[in-house]
């Protein structure tokens, strides 16, 4: 302050420059400057509206923006599941930045970057361009959407690249996005789109899908009409969907030799992928119990939204070395019995989308000589034909003062995705 | 003359036999008559049975009040020729009037259970056997548990057990009274303990059948088919013991029972067509030296796990199709 006060004209003018210079991290001017920048495009941005037809109320908003002068508008495909699931109770519609309702149609979906194109008979002559390639690391970028009935917020942040260790690209965003600007755009300096919204990790943490997966999902509705389009189709294409992407995530991690990890006295598998991360446990701090378990627990936590009831797409492997010297073998079976028969596993299913577990229980022994007591359990999907559910809790034999218990569960996968999954796991599980 | 005349119920057992020698027997409410009925719908002189020329005994209303009915009620002539065995009614009493050469059944054999029943009917009998459940179900909780055990609280758990189960002989023995067979007890408190250590006992020979052959359709079946078996036993045991009834009846009143129940838990558990979410399945682990089962082989198990996912496809089919209706 006391420099300020008796800083001359000139200097004053070269302080504010060079603070200028400094400010990249003083989002305030910046959020500023960028309103101004973007306040052009405010009629290319829109609101997405689910409508319940029974009640008329909305059930679901997001945000859209047209990406062409012919009313073709992007969003998040869980912007509007709602109708895509019950296309009976729902219609959709948009709001323009002058309070207009429109009606609009979906032309394309993808789940698995939660991707939707609809179409609109409405001329835009604002919209949004496409970037043709990723900005570089570091860059300011700026999240923009219509939350909360508010008006166009935008809100600036750093590109970080694509997130690491994870199976499905998404940029890492430095900003925090709030839930209603789903499925709005976030654009480099000069506008052009980098990524959709998506997600918030929280505390200034947020995930945006690359702006190639747009690409792609245009490039695929090249021949698409919006009216084509029936109930059926869309759980065609999303069974497609996920029938393909679990293909290509288990290929990952079938076909790459799984890390062998000592947990007590048996071999497990460890970190079998870097978009499958491992985290452990014990219960050495409880005093009384009279046995000790270490668990290892890894996963890709990694959903993908189906609707309101249901995700899938998460795959869990989890393993606990028991051993006791102070129980008995009876006690030692009954330990043994309540730790394979505990649950496991997120259910992210609801009554109406899964069928009931079908379970089946065997002695196996693999080619290492080690025998396994194992259950397997399988649901099916009712929407989406091939897909099923499949659990595995297996438990090694023969050492009767410990035991290794095994559980995988699988979500959205095939019958042979399963089976192989099953193979190359009993290949990794063995005593020492 | 010689005759004998039956007090019976209703369902003609009989309550007590008289037998009479002379030219006629008389019925009535006076005290001199042969045989006194004392209730108010009874005549003082009320009826007598005498021989007629042909050797015939015949039954002479003496102008009764009321008459003498046969056993449907029906009023019947003022004298009416006996066959030995007829029942007849005289007030509210129901008699039965037979000659002295009326043939009886062969002696039967005493049967085997009810000798069993008759031996078992001591206290000591019974205390042994619910001191032996006791002991066998507190050393059955110490070999099933893995986490802290404390002697004391766990004698105090099977001693509540045992004191629970012992209700089971009390409702016997009181339905035995309301159906007047002679009460025992003791036997039916032995029976009951017996009845679930068989019960305990087959659960333990069935934890070996789980641990080693799992999941095939003839363990699953074979446990239930025995648990309805010793339901079964139980529930004949207890007809037997509190009620007058044969042993056919007993039988076929039992199978029936025990279908009834059979049933009604399997549509209760069929009739819910909620979807379950979370799986449901019981897997039992014993030490390995009890392991008999041949291991699958990876690949065989694997082809063996084709069957579940067509199960849930076809589930998925079904509960499609009934949505759409």
Redesign the interface.
Known sequence: MLQFSIASGVSRIWLCLAFFALSVGSKLANAAEANELFSSYNPALVQIKTVNIESGQKSSIGTGFFINIEGRIVTNYHVISNFIQSPELYRLEFLDNRNQTFPVKVLNIDVINDLAILEADKVSETYFSLAQQAPIKGKDIFALGNPHDLGMIVVPGTYNGIKINSFYDRIHFTGSINPGMSGGPTVDELGRVVGINVATAGNQIGFLVPVEKLHNLIAESANLITDSQSEQWFKTRITTQLTDNQASLYANIINTEWPLYTLGQAFIPNQVSDFMPCWGSSNKDKE?A??TVASSNCGVDERIYLSGNMTTGVVQMSFSWVH?DE????????????S??S?YGH?N????E??????????????FET?S??????????KYD?L?DV?Y?S?L????NQ?LIGRYALQGVT?DT??DF??KY?ENVKWK | MEVVIEIVTRNEKVLSLHKFNGERVTIGRAYDNDLVLQEEHVCPQHAEIYQNDEGQLVLHDLSSINGVKDKHNRTLAHEIVVNSGDVFVIGKFHIRVLSTTHPVPEAKKLNVIEDLARNANHWYLALSVAMIFFLWHLIDTYFSAYQEFIWPKMAVKSLVLTLGIAVIPLVVALAARIFKKDVKFFTIVVFSFLNIMLWQLFSTIGALFLFNWGGGAFVHYSGQIIEYLILGLFLWGAFYLASNMNLKKISLITSGLVLVIASLVYFNDKGNNKVVLSPVFLAKVLPSALLFAEPMKVEDYVSSTDKLFVLAQEEAERRNNEAKE
């Open positions: 009384k009279k046995y006791s129980l008995n073998q009876l006690q030692l079976g009954q330990l043994f019995s309540a394979l028969n649950r259910n299913g609801s009554e109406d899964v069928t009931d577990f079908h379970c089946d229980q065997a002695i196996i022994g693999n080619t025998i007591k194992g259950v397997t359990c399988v649901r099916a999907y009712r091939g099923y659990r809790h438990l034999l023969e050492k009767d035991t019958r399963a089976q099953y193979k009993m």
